[in-house]
């Protein structure tokens, strides 16, 4: 049970978590450390990690078509709609962008996109969070 919300185990399940992509290896780390917390989780039979930005592999068309999942979620990691989840996405994986969550076919896998994580309320408990460390930090250091 995920939120409230029981997943059938009839069906296999997949998590593709989107991000936006980074040069730098820290992006991809955390999102991994992420990866690696939901797998434990076992909710989902597969857990992959894809990227929206041009040049960052793998894309989210690429992950969708290898995964075994004949259903598969796609999280993206952003705090809001943008080019990547109301343009991009939606050309590459030809569905018609709306907001909310949206179902459509890839290789007869049922798909569906998920909104981003910007508005879910364990984001400004994260944001609370940050201030809470950073001021216990901050003060065990003087």
């Known amino acids: ?15 593709v978590i989107v991000g936006h992509g980074s040069k730098l290896k820290y992006y991809r780390e955390v999102m991994e450390f992420h990866r690696k917390r939901i797998i434990k989780t076992g909710f989902f039979d597969e857990v992959e ?67 981003p994580v910007g508005k879910d309320e364990l984001i400004t408990h994260a944001i609370l969070n940050r201030v809470m460390a950073a001021i216990d930090e901050l003060e065990n250091s003087q």
């Open 49 to 115: 990690l894809a990227f929206a930005a041009h040049g960052r592999k793998p894309t989210v068309d690429e992950v969708v078509k290898k995964m075994e999942s004949r259903e598969i979620y796609l999280v993206p990691l952003f705090m809001a709609y943008g080019v990547h989840t109301a343009e991009e996405l939606p050309e590459m994986l030809g569905f018609k962008f709306r907001e909310g969550a949206v179902e459509f076919e890839i290789d007869g896998k049922k798909v569906i996109l998920c909104e």
């Open 1 to 15: 049970m995920i939120g409230g919300i029981a997943l059938s185990r009839e069906v296999k399940k997949g998590l």
